[in-house]
């Protein structure tokens, strides 16, 4: 063997099949090496190509060579994302509650793009400007999150507030991955709280007796409404 090449990586053959080796008629050597192939499936495959040069004990030459591709194939992109409230509970009638909306890149391989944020209660969500939006890229294993305040009103008795998180997002090859997740915020039941007052007019009388004018008052002292039941 007078030459071993690649048009890609440098081959220094093994100690078995490597310049100087000879090979006796019918015979035949081969080694191996491990190397990093990057690309994207969007990209044209890799192909690279191996050269031989032999000589004979006459100084004659023969030269061949053989070429192999590697293709990349498509990996899907993958998301999660995560909703939650604090508090997971309020006082009814109502009070406020602060959502996170966290969105993961759950792919080894490659970056995604946040293609759309959605919320089945507040719609169209504008994220955080330059931190967690529309047009958001996110690395490989990489996370973003962003935050907001709403007032959540219900009754203990009704239905408890509960609204789901929609994201998507596009790798470069126009493949999408879709998430949801939902939060639910209860209501803490709030005990009616009642105060009267009963006045007089006038508040003395002649022992004989007469006429005095009785006044009561019922005050709602609670968050909600009550009924006066007695």
């Not at 879709?178 to 939060?183: S, V, Y």
Request: aromatic share 8%.
């Amino acid at each position: 063997i007078a030459s071993l090449s690649d048009t890609d990586f440098t081959l220094t053959g093994d100690a078995d099949c490597q310049v100087g080796t000879i090979l006796p008629v019918g015979g035949w050597c081969e080694f191996s090496q491990t190397e990093y192939i990057a690309g994207d499936a969007s990209d044209l495959d890799h192909s690279n190509t191996f050269t031989a040069t032999a000589t004979d004990n006459d100084g004659n030459t023969a030269t061949a060579s053989d070429s192999e591709t590697v293709g990349f194939d498509d990996v899907m992109p993958s998301i999660t994302v995560l909703k939650t409230a604090v508090p997971t509970s309020v006082n009814e009638p109502g009070g406020d509650v602060v959502f996170t909306f966290k969105v993961t890149n759950t792919s080894s391989e490659e970056p995604v793009t946040i293609l759309s944020l959605e919320d089945s209660v507040y719609g169209t969500l504008a994220g955080e400007a330059g931190v967690c939006e529309v047009g958001t890229v996110l690395a490989a294993g990489a996370f973003c999150e962003f935050s907001f305040t709403e007032w959540v009103e219900g009754d203990y008795s009704g239905p408890d507030h509960i609204n789901v998180f929609t994201a998507k997002a596009v790798d470069n090859d126009a493949t999408e991955a879709t998430d949801t997740d939902d939060e639910t915020v209860t209501y803490t039941d709030v005990l009616p709280d009642i105060s009267v007052t009963k006045t007089a007019n006038p508040t003395f009388v002649p022992e004989t007796g007469a006429d005095v004018v009785f006044t009561f008052r019922v005050t709602n002292n609670g968050p909600e409404a009550a009924f006066i039941s007695s």
